[in-house]
């Protein structure tokens, strides 16, 4: 099995470009199953999580092919509307076809996808959607079964603004009979850019990025051509790397308003930043403070993003107190920095972390989920001597040759197969 070892390095130095946002190419890709023809895309990651759609996909019809970031999805006439365990299980955004399938077949059958590190991650507002669009919902045997003649537009309030039951919604929404509210959206960046790809496939989405969306719903879409956002979950990751080391950093390809909020607490830390309009420079400093964050939908501080500044918080002068909103089971990366001597107390969705800058040391560590091996990864680059990030098949769900981009900034890191 794949693992990593990051040997502590010198201040990171350079500049390096984000990728295509792994959250916002999920949803779009499953949104090509509403129309058929030849869909088009740039800036699509190389990830595992991809690989995982495209096998899904393919599974129902729709061949996805690749040339570097430019994938072509080429939807044909099919009878597969099963989304079965086996991929499901690597990859809970594969509910993500549930919708599309229900709105352009009127049948769907996809696999539950069971638990997940970070929390127990219901569906359950998914599927109260759907129904109230009119859908026959069951669950058997492991499955969620979904049946309806045309879906219907209405008025759907979520309890919590969730961000795959809000694309759930726009995409089922979007080939329904007449207009739906969602109500209590999510309002982060990868709504807005599956809302504009759904608007260039010929649907009728306004509101996306507010709290208040509605979908007018269409007869029929077409197959389209689109460009996907860059990540701002691993632009903030590259200038955490910054940050960690002292470095100077200029993380490219990054649009500033959908980092905002960790751009202010680096600030609020001690850190200086430049601001371009898709760019951001990290300038080196020493002696940064511990800050408190919490975690909440966006505009506010990303949960994707926790477990990272968890690992710059450990080198902080001073407390931080770092509050999980969202998810009430991500801190499993704080016994894997304990482990290499940070001061963290767990609380129920409360961590104390006092800083102790250079004092941690490498040992081999297990990443247990995406954004956790991320943070090992930024903690090894600090500790002395060597971290060995066992597990990285993690990693590789989400990050595009991060070893590979750490390095090319001055980072002593090794991937081992
Ligand atoms: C998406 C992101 C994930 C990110 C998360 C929160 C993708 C592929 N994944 O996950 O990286 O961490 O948003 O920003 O885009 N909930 C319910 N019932 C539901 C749905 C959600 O109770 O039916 C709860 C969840 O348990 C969680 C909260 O709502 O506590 C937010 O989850 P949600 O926004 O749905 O996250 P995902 O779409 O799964």
């Not at 990693?395 to 980072?411: F, P």
Request: hydrophobic residues 40%.
């Amino acid at each position: 099995m794949d693992k990593m070892t990051v040997k502590k390095s010198p201040a990171l130095r350079g500049t390096v470009s984000a990728g295509g946002s792994k959250n916002s190419a999920l949803p779009i890709l499953f949104s090509t199953l509403l129309a058929e023809g030849d869909h088009w895309f740039e800036n699509i990651p190389q990830l595992m999580d991809i690989d995982s759609t495209a096998l899904l996909l393919g599974s129902l019809g729709a061949e996805l092919t690749r040339d570097g970031s430019r994938v072509r999805v080429r939807v044909g006439k099919t009878d597969a509307r099963i989304a079965h365990y086996d991929i499901v299980r690597k990859m809970r955004a594969s509910i993500l076809c549930l919708g599309p399938l229900l709105a352009r077949f009127g049948e769907a059958e996809v696999s539950l996808p069971g638990g997940c590190a970070i929390g127990t991650r219901p569906i359950n507002l998914h599927l109260e959607g759907l129904k109230e669009m009119g859908a026959e919902i069951k669950t058997e045997k492991g499955y969620v079964i979904g049946k309806c003649k045309r879906l219907k537009g209405t008025t759907i309030l979520f309890d919590s603004p969730t961000v795959g039951g809000t694309e759930n919604i726009m995409m089922a929404a979007a080939l329904a009979e007449g207009t739906t509210i969602i109500e209590n959206a999510a309002k982060e960046p990868e709504i807005v850019d599956l809302a504009n790809y759904l608007n260039a496939m010929g649907g009728k989405v306004t509101g996306a990025g507010s709290g208040i969306i509605r979908i007018e719903g269409v007869e029929r879409l077409k197959a389209a051509e689109h460009r996907v956002i860059p990540d701002r979950i691993e632009a903030g990751t590259l200038l955490l790397a910054g940050a960690i080391t002292g470095g100077e950093v200029l993380v490219k390809n990054c649009i500033v308003d959908h980092v905002e909020a960790l751009l202010q607490k680096l600030e609020e830390s001690g850190f200086r930043l430049t601001r371009e309009k898709t760019a951001v420079t990290i300038h080196a400093h020493r002696g940064w403070r511990g800050v408190d964050v919490t975690t909440a939908p966006f505009p506010a501080f990303a949960t994707d993003l926790q477990a990272q500044f968890m690992a710059l918080m450990t080198q902080a002068e001073g407390t931080s107190i770092i509050t999980e909103s969202v998810f009430e089971n991500r801190f499993m990366h704080v016994q894997e920095l304990v482990r290499l001597g940070a001061d963290i107390t767990p609380k129920t969705r409360v961590a104390v972390v006092r800083g102790t800058p250079g004092k941690l040391q490498g040992a081999p560590v297990m990443a247990t989920d995406l954004r956790a091996s991320a943070c090992l990864v930024l903690v090894g680059l600090v500790a002395q001597g060597e971290t060995e990030v066992n597990r990285i098949y993690h990693l590789d769900r989400g990050y595009e040759r991060l070893e590979a981009k750490l390095e090319s900034l001055g980072a002593l890191i090794r991937r081992h197969q």
